[in-house]
């Protein structure tokens, strides 16, 4: 299982590098974890209850286009209890409870990121007067009269056309302000060296044991981020995320020999928990898109030139 999981983090690390846009979010916040004991399968119960721990993480992610992407990272992690108890047959009761000490945990899975979400739009200004006006054709118009009675009229008008005139006066909707981007993620959390579930210390003929419960080496993550920022900038990052415990949580037993009688006790542990984070990110790497061509297309302003000539003729015979 080791080598499975450091290869995939090795595999997720090297496509990474290769990624259209790279970031790294440091992190910091708290843990609630919850680690419960089964005793001689008499029932679960928690030693110690939930426990907070401060918690610093490291998170290295890249996404696409599309926003889907791997992510990487590392954080602590403090979800073990040292239970200690001398007794075997007495060992629900007569027992005592301390955290275990913090250790690093690796993180790796996948993860997608949703379009900004804008807290406020600016409205389209874009009025009626203005589109109606530049719709509006400019005309002159002249007449004379001759001897003969006869009235002459021309009428010319030059106009623009309404859809690049339209386009001039009426802005876009444009997307100012603070936005959030919803990060919904998933992946597997590893602790590379799990200290021994049992620990047996004899002082004379006294002896001690001590189980470590909640030492699991392999762990299922979930979680939602929230990424906050301003146009194009990010400025932070909140996360909430769940763990549960899932390699190294077999059932461990336990014997002692006084005289001819031998005492069993089995003890089996169950560890999981959620953790909050907050974080500034840092945007690493970034691939420049293909430069387009900047070429200038002009607009093409369809005039028209429209003359009218209108001849009345009236002629008197004298």
Known sequence: MRSVVLSGLFIVSAFAMNAQKLSLTPQVGFEN???????????????????????????????????????????TSRSGVLYSFNDIENGMNAYAA?????????????????????????????????????????????????????????????????SSAAKKVGGENKNKGGWVRLQPSMGIGYIA????????????????????????????????????GRKNQRLLNVSINYFKGIGNMNTQTISNESGIKTTYASLESKASGWNMRVGIPFTLAEKKPGQQKSATKTKKTSSCDKTRIEYKYRCRMN
């Open 33 to 75: 974890s919850r680690t419960s004991v089964n005793y001689n399968d008499a029932g679960s119960f928690a030693p110690l209850g939930g426990e907070f721990n401060p918690q610093v993480s490291l998170r290295l992610d890249y996404k696409v286009k599309q926003g889907f992407g791997p992510y990487i990272g590392v954080s």
């Open 98 to 162: 301390t955290k275990a000490n913090m250790q690093l945990r690796m993180e790796a899975g996948y993860q997608y990121t949703t379009k900004p979400i804008f807290f406020n739009k600016t409205k389209q200004s874009t009025s009626t007067s203005k589109t109606k006006s530049s719709g509006k054709s400019s005309c002159g118009s002249y007449s004379y009269r001759s001897k003969c009675s006869k009235s002459y009229s021309s009428q010319s008008s030059r106009c623009q056309s309404k």
């Open 193 to 228: 060296a799990p200290e021994t579930d049992i620990v047996t210390k004899t002082d004379g003929s006294l002896t001690a044991y001590e189980y470590r419960a909640g030492n699991w080496n392999t762990a299922f993550l979930t979680g939602m981020g929230f990424e906050f």
